[in-house]
């Protein structure tokens, strides 16, 4: 394994696409604790602090955005609004026929799908950035009551100035995006896959390091063991496939005898891969997206009864109703 590394690197071409991948997840990473203009920094980091995380409507969107979410950092989004985008693309084929007609082009056309995608992208993190800010405007981007840095999150409150923010975190998921064109133009693997899984991983040493805090070094061992062993089963189950055998029969071109040569269609065991995971996330996030804006108490100081049960049952992975639709709309 060593020998294989050190050929690696004595390869130039090898070694500038490796050099330049990591150059830009070093970027990538420095620009999620970049705050966004207007957001109180300190504040931020004491809520991080006390909270540690938030409830479930914004955990998968700080997921992969690498923790840049809860900074309001200049990467909030991450690359979440071009995930969207693309299942959203993908979809349409089936809807559109001008897209699918698209598709079956070649290269030039599936061009002209990627623009579709950036377009939308943008269009999903305007989106995005507007509610984001809406939530950390009223303070209730940390499931916290009573601190009063929580509630304070943000150093100017005028129209103008949460129009520089989203304007900001929008210019910053654009910046994502052309990042990962770059790495898969001229770094190594696919761009965007490379920074969402740089995005998982930066989590995972704080939370390792939080089960070892609270439940000690014997859980965290187990922990971690479970993690490679899962790690290990989900690059298994994409590796399988099943060959179908498949021989060409013998044919005379000329003089010449051709073919004849047995071969065979690989089949993944996983076609589908991570998108209808992802997909089921980001539906389950609407309803509890909505709740989040009509939580407000009444007269009487009660939340609305819908709010209540959809924040019981579609915001914590542990519901079994929440589990139940999650496994159909996967």
């Known amino acids: 394994m060593f020998s294989a590394i050190a050929r690696v690197f004595r390869t130039p071409d090898l070694r500038r696409k490796i050099a330049f991948t990591l150059a830009v997840i070093a970027i990538y990473r420095l620009g999620a604790h970049v705050p966004t203009p207007f957001v109180n920094y300190p504040n931020v980091q004491s809520c991080l602090t006390q909270t540690g995380s938030t409830d479930g409507l914004l955990s998968l969107v700080n997921l992969f955005s690498g923790g840049a979410l809860l900074q309001l950092s200049i990467f909030a989004l991450g690359v979440m609004p071009y995930i969207t985008a693309t299942i959203i693309v993908q979809l ?42 809406t939530v950390a405007r009223s303070g209730q981007l940390f499931p916290t009551t009573g601190v009063p840095e929580c509630e304070a999150l943000l150093t100017e409150e005028a129209w103008w100035a949460q129009l520089l923010m989203i304007i900001t975190m929008t210019a910053g998921t654009g910046l994502i995006m052309w990042f990962a064109e770059l790495v898969t133009e001229r770094g190594v693997g696919n761009g965007m896959s490379i920074l969402i899984f740089t995005s998982i991983a930066a989590t995972f040493p704080a939370a390792l390091w939080a089960i070892q805090a609270t439940n000690g070094f014997e859980v965290f061992l187990l922990v971690l063991a479970v993690g490679i062993a899962v790690v290990a089963l989900v690059v298994f189950v994409e590796q399988s496939q099943r060959r179908i055998p498949v021989q060409y029969a013998k044919r005379m071109v000329g003089r010449r005898t051709l073919g004849g040569t047995n071969t065979y269609i690989p089949i993944k065991v996983n076609m589908a891969g991570v998108v209808p995971v992802i997909f089921a996330s980001s539906l389950l996030y609407i309803p509890a997206l909505i709740a989040q804006f009509n939580q407000t108490p009444d007269a009487d100081g009660n939340v609305p009864g819908w709010v209540t049960w959809i924040q019981q049952y579609f915001t914590t992975g542990d519901s079994p109703i929440y589990m139940l639709v999650y496994f159909l709309l996967i």
């Not at 001008?98 to 989106?127: D, N, P, V």
């Open 92 to 133: 349409l084929r089936v809807v559109i026929p001008h897209f699918e007609t698209l598709y079956k082009e070649g290269q030039a056309g599936q061009s002209r799908l990627t623009q579709y995608t950036r377009y939308l992208t943008i269009a999903l993190a305007l989106l995005q950035s507007t509610t984001l800010v």
